[in-house]
């Protein structure tokens, strides 16, 4: 590896800032360009398995995550009803050198850059910068930059290599694939809220109930205790429906539009209308991805994370699938003397297992489980093993497992990333 690499990465959410940590790692000290005009702690809850809380530990950020999100010990699988169908350890309850964690991706998004400033130093990252283009020859790449705000010409950066972890809706990715069009709509929109509330069940568990078709729910916490006992819960309602809206993070989600098919989920464990109805915040989406493509890589430039393999928000992998991208490619760089074939070597590591989790998350991901009990008692049951068996229900969770890249035993033999 050449120390002196330089590295310009566009983009200065999850995957970028994560990418900025795992390089600087490796002794090199890159730039960010973010497009928006400061950071702050947007969005709402997302979870991290232990294949991406091993890579953030790494980074020596254990001790900041569990000060910040909560430690996930179980997962439960409910019925529309109420039964239980499944419950399951997680994290370190299950057998993981890493535990799960439940956070609010904003105070995650806070952490990396605040700990990218520290380390990095604060003119690390220029903020109000959209890019636009970008040209490169055998010895360098340019970037061409616009004032995000007033959209005044920035003029060009120039690096060794490029990263672009600018979303779903990536300049770059459009760049090399320009006939993509629009992401594609599962047909399913979300609302997404957070509630101030007691803890159910352990206080660290998470929660998938219903149907698609009725209505589905997950639910977990995602904050410590306050001075009331209340923690912050995050949830979120899937509904499939034909309408579609433009995929905007900060649209207000409307009462109205989703609150009834959630009436009577009034459970032992949990009083679901009760706390949609108190919710701080409503935010909706339409559940969109973008087809697993052939090439990452153009020359010096490399897609990652959302600009490489949007996914659907399913199985707690978006996010972990981006700090995954971040970490490999560090490893790579660092053991290649040619950055150009760390780049290649990226590719062919990252490409084609980000494609399977994309196509899991199409139909095969830890929803299937809840899909194919509905199908099978459409009507309330009493004992859920008359309609699904134990080994079936196993047999589904292991898979995702293995696809997604957090197979247990697979996980803790496997060497760092990052030798």
Not at 111 to 134: F, S
Not at 297 to 316: C, E, K, N, Q, T
Request: aromatic share 8%.
């Amino acid at each position: 590896m050449d120390n002196s690499l330089d590295v310009l990465i566009i983009g200065g959410g999850i995957g970028g800032l994560a990418t900025a940590l795992s390089l600087h790692d490796i002794g090199l000290k890159p730039r960010i360009f973010e497009q928006a005009k400061e950071f702050r702690p947007l969005g709402v809850g997302i979870n991290l398995l232990p294949h991406s809380v091993r890579e953030l530990s790494e980074l020596g950020l254990l001790e900041e995550l569990s000060a910040t999100g909560v430690e996930t010990d179980e997962l439960r699988f409910y019925t529309q009803y109420g039964l239980e169908i499944q419950r399951e350890p997680r994290g370190t309850k299950a057998g993981y050198n890493w535990p799960q964690f439940s956070i609010h991706r904003g105070e995650l998004q806070m952490l990396l850059y605040n700990t990218v400033l520290e380390r990095l130093g604060p003119d690390c990252i220029k903020t109000n910068h959209t890019a636009v283009d970008l040209s490169q020859n055998n010895n360098n790449v340019n970037v061409f930059f616009k004032n995000s705000t007033n959209g005044e010409n920035l003029g060009k950066e120039t690096a060794d290599i490029v990263i672009a972890a600018d979303g779903i809706h990536s300049t770059i990715r459009k760049k090399y694939y320009p006939d993509e069009g629009s992401p594609i709509y599962a047909g399913i929109n979300l609302w997404r809220g957070t509630t101030w509330q007691k803890p159910f069940l352990s206080g660290q568990t998470m929660i998938l109930a219903g149907t698609l078709k009725s209505g589905k729910m997950v639910i977990y916490p995602i904050s410590q205790p306050n001075q009331d006992g209340q923690t912050l819960i995050n949830w979120v309602a899937e509904i499939r429906t034909d309408t579609y809206k433009n995929n905007d993070w900060s649209r207000i989600g409307q009462l109205e539009d989703f609150a009834h098919h959630y009436t009577d989920w009034k459970f032992s464990w949990l009083n679901v209308p009760s706390m949609i109805q108190s919710a701080e915040q409503i935010l909706e989406y339409p559940m969109v991805d973008r087809d697993p493509v052939d090439r990452w890589v153009f020359g010096r430039a490399a897609l990652l994370g959302d600009s490489a393999h949007p996914m659907y928000s399913i199985g707690a992998n978006g996010a972990g699938q981006a700090i995954l991208d971040a970490r490999t490619l560090a490893g790579l760089i660092k053991s290649h003397n040619n950055p150009i074939d760390a780049l290649k070597a990226y590719e062919v590591d990252r490409l084609p297992v980000t494609a399977g989790v994309v196509h899991a998350n199409r139909g095969d991901g830890p929803d299937y489980l809840l899909e194919i009990v509905a199908e099978r008692a459409p009507e309330p049951v009493s004992d859920i093993h008359s309609v699904i068996s134990q080994e079936e229900i196993e047999r589904i969770g292991a898979k995702y497992r293995k696809i997604t890249g957090y197979d247990r035993d697979t996980l803790n033999s496997r060497s760092s990333l990052v030798p």
